[in-house]
C-alpha cells in the first residue's frame, strides 16, 4: 500500500538578477513540489503588480539528467494553478502598508500529477531514474514586483509531497512527463494577429493565454483565440466566451482572478484520451490571436502543459 511522505526539500536563497539551483531528493514519485516564497520588504507608497510577490520569480525549471527540462513556469503560472486547482489565488498575506521591514509570502504549487484527472497518477514523477534533479529559480528584482517596494531578504521553502511504497508503472518501458513550458511576445502598434506555432509530437493537456499590458492582466488585448491545424481548427472563440466559460469551469468565487487569463483545457472530462493528439496527425500546430493594442507594454504569454513520454533508462 502506498503511503504519502512529506518532506522538506532545500530552501532557495534570493539573490537579485540571478540563477539560484538546488538538488531535490531522487527516491520516491513525487505529486507535487509546495513552495512557499518569504519576502521581507520595505514598502514607501508601494503599487504591486497582478502577481505581486510571485513576480520576484521571472520563472522556475525543473530539470533531469542536466537536459531534460520538465517544468519551465513563469510566475504567472503559479497564480494560474492555484486557480485551476482550487478555484482560488490560494494561501498568500501580502502586505501593502508603508513601512519597513514588512513580512509578506505567497504559497504555490508545481505539480507532477496532473491536477483535476481521473488517473493523475499517470504522470507522478519517479526521480529515482534520474541521476540529478534540480530545481532551478530565475530571480528578479525589486522592479518586477511593483513600484515603491524594496525587497531586502527572501527565500523559497520547498516541501516535496510523495508517494513510498507505490509500484506505479515500473513495468513500463516509457515514463510520462506532464510537462510545462512558455513563449511570449509583444504586441506592437502595427500587429492585429498574432502566432504561435507550437511543436507537435505531442499530447496536448491544455494551453493557457495571458495578456498584459505594462504588467498588469488586461482582458483589452485579445479580441478572439483560434487553435488550429491548417483547415482543422479545434477552437475559434471570442475571448471574452472563453474567459466567462472559465469562471463556470474552475469554480472561482472572484471572476476578476481571471483577468487577462484565457483557460483552454483539452481534457475536461479528466481523461488523457480526449488530450490534443499531435504525435502523426498533424504537420502543425498554430495558436491564433486576434488583438488591439493598448497604451503602453502589450505581452501575450502562452503557456504549454503536454504529456510526453521518455525512454526509461536500462537498469
Keep these: 500500500m502506498a503511503n504519502i511522505f512529506l518532506k522538506p526539500e532545500k530552501k532557495v536563497p534570493y539573490n537579485a538578477g540571478t540563477q539560484e539551483s538546488v538538488a531535490l531528493s531522487r527516491n520516491f514519485f513525487v505529486q507535487n513540489l509546495l513552495c ?24 522556475v525549471e525543473v530539470v533531469a539528467n542536466g537536459s531534460l527540462t520538465i517544468k519551465q513556469m513563469p510566475s504567472s503560472k503559479f497564480h494560474i494553478t492555484n486557480l485551476k486547482s482550487t478555484g482560488k489565488k490560494g494561501n498568500q498575506s501580502i502586505i501593502t502598508a508603508d513601512g519597513a521591514d514588512k513580512e509578506s509570502y505567497v504559497w504555490f504549487m508545481i505539480p507532477f500529477s496532473m491536477p483535476r484527472t481521473v488517473r493523475a497518477h499517470d504522470t507522478i514523477l519517479n526521480t529515482k531514474l534520474f541521476t540529478n534533479l534540480d530545481l532551478i ?14 525587497v531586502t531578504d527572501a527565500e523559497i521553502e520547498v516541501y516535496s509531497n510523495a508517494l ?23 504586441v506592437t502598434s502595427s500587429t492585429n494577429e498574432m502566432t504561435f ?7 496536448y493537456k491544455a494551453l493557457d493565454i495571458v495578456a498584459t499590458v505594462d504588467g498588469i492582466r488586461s482582458n483589452s488585448v485579445i479580441n478572439n483565440i483560434k487553435i488550429h491545424s491548417g483547415t482543422t481548427t479545434f477552437v475559434d472563440l471570442p475571448a471574452e466566451a472563453i474567459r466567462a466559460g472559465n469562471v463556470f469551469e474552475t469554480g472561482l468565487t472572484v471572476p476578476s482572478d481571471l483577468n ?9 472530462r479528466g481523461r ?16 491564433t490571436l486576434y488583438v488591439t493594442k493598448q497604451s503602453g507594454l502589450n505581452k501575450i504569454l502562452l503557456l504549454s502543459e503536454t504529456l510526453q513520454s521518455v525512454p526509461k533508462p536500462a537498469k
Design 137 to 150: 529559480v530565475n530571480w528578479g528584482s525589486d522592479a518586477t514586483i511593483g513600484t515603491g517596494i524594496t
Design 36 to 59: 512557499k516564497l518569504k519576502v521581507t520588504h520595505t514598502n514607501s507608497s508601494a503599487v504591486f503588480k497582478d502577481e505581486a510577490l510571485y513576480s520576484l520569480i521571472n520563472n
Design 164 to 186: 513510498v511504497n507505490f509500484t506505479g508503472n515500473d513495468a513500463n518501458t516509457t515514463e510520462t512527463l506532464f510537462r510545462e513550458t512558455s513563449a511570449s511576445k509583444e
Design 260 to 268: 487577462g487569463i484565457h483557460l483552454i483545457d483539452f481534457m475536461p
Design 272 to 287: 488523457v484520451t480526449d488530450a490534443l493528439n499531435t504525435s502523426g496527425v498533424y504537420n502543425t500546430l498554430t495558436v
Design 197 to 203: 506555432e507550437l511543436p507537435v509530437g505531442k499530447l
